[in-house]
């Protein structure tokens, strides 16, 4: 019996064009130089659109978006996905044989990059046959095209023919543990999250405005800053620069934002500011990337009188799975699934674990992927019967989830299997603590042992004393460190996750 045929959509039309025309006066992007409305972003990305079809691209092209947070990326991402081609957003400060390895596998038709990104992607794509495009430049600049010449094409921009099971986008995954992957993402995917955080948990509306840490390239922030609020019509923060917490600050008390998306190692460094205020427009603070530290929720929650909702997501499931809610809030929790998916932690049998016990966490929901580019057998492996395995350890209680942390950050001592969260929240007990890092390390005799990184206010020989004894006082002998290091930073990713493999190899930051 054939498949019934895909019904048609475009995630363009319906996301952001449903502003349009009641509400296309209405602020989306907000900058420090200006704010653009609904109207004139979906001019934007028409003529952005268009544009790109008019240097040869077709439907099904790839579009490698490397720029900065700012307008232009908006449009170009609307813009590619009303007409049939496929965004593919990049991290900020790639190397030139990073963004060569993203052109040649997705085999990708142009690459939009901007002042901060020119170095990487113009050699990159030149030596790949790409045509580039660069955004803020007034010339031709080594074969590249000025934003501003593709965007004089015509416009406005019809539509093309996409179906609801075909792709929309694409978003690498970070490759801490080996080579990046692409996961594809289809227009339903686009279409149904919306329904998921946004509208159970934040009740995103018309007259919220968005601010999120977390940068468009990344799952998470893509979906705060650019077709979350479309979808409700909501307002959004865009900064260029990396939003740490003084600039957090600046922000908050420039665009007074009603929304506040970020990661744990931000709200960490942003309530240890003395200047730190939470302006009175802010209602709801949620928190994602990495586990919540008990110890962080508690503080955060004394100083600023709101909660930090926690959740987990993946790039594989576009957004957002679980979360904590604003009247259902439980500390080191990661909340309860949302509603209209599902999850289950199974063991490496894939066999359901009791409630209490430690085991992979499996979901199945309206957003997860449509599989790996050109990894089957990847995909065969993470993919079953439409659940998604996360590689996330999970325990549950009473319908909650509790992150324990990714698997292959487990160490085996003593044939122990050992996660380091708990650990280091240990760590982190200590007043004198900021923040805390444990992995396994060889030494001098091949051994593992644990070693831990630690970001303190002091650093002598007694601190090292007092972690230990802090230790063998609640951890089971065989999880207490060998040794303690202190450190200025800890090594992370650009979405804020720890680069736990750095401080294995011995290069701790600091």
Known sequence: MAEAPSTAYNATVDLLERNLPGGSGRPYLVTRERTWSYGEVAEGADAAGAGMLALGLAVGDRVVLATRDRPEFVMAFWGAVKAGLVPIPVAQGLSTSDIHFVLADSEARLAICDGSSIPAVLPAAQAAGVTAVVVGGRRREDGARPWDEVLAGPAPLAPAPTAEDDIALWLYTSGTTGLPKAAMHRHRNLRAAPGALAAQVVRMAPDDVI??????????????????PAAAGASVVVDEGPIIPARLQGLLELAHPTVLFGVPSLFAGYAGLAEAELPPSVRVVLSAGEALPVDLFDGFRRRFGL???????????????????????????????????????????????????????????????????????????????????????????????????????????GGMWVAPREIEETIRMHPDVRDAAVVATGEETGVPVLKAFVIADREDGELSRELTRLCRERLAAFKVPRSFEVVDELPRTATGKLRRFVLRGGRPAG
């Open 211 to 228: 601010l999120s840490a977390s940068k468009m390239f990344f799952a998470y922030g893509l979906g705060n800053s650019v077709y979350l």
């Open 307 to 413: 909660p930090l909702l926690d959740g987990l997501g993946a790039t594989e499931a576009l957004h957002h799975v679980t979360s904590n809610r604003v009247d259902d809030v439980v500390p080191g929790s990661a909340g309860r699934p949302l509603d209209g998916y599902e999850a289950r932690a199974l063991d490496s049998d894939h066999q359901p674990v009791p409630d209490g016990e430690n085991g992979e966490l499996w979901v199945r929901g309206p957003t997860t992927f449509a599989g790996y580019w050109k990894r089957p057998e990847l995909t065969d492996r993470v993919y079953r019967d439409g659940w998604l395995r996360t590689g996330d350890l999970v325990r549950f209680l009473d319908g909650r989830i509790y992150h324990q942390g990714r698997l292959d950050d487990l160490m085996k001592l």
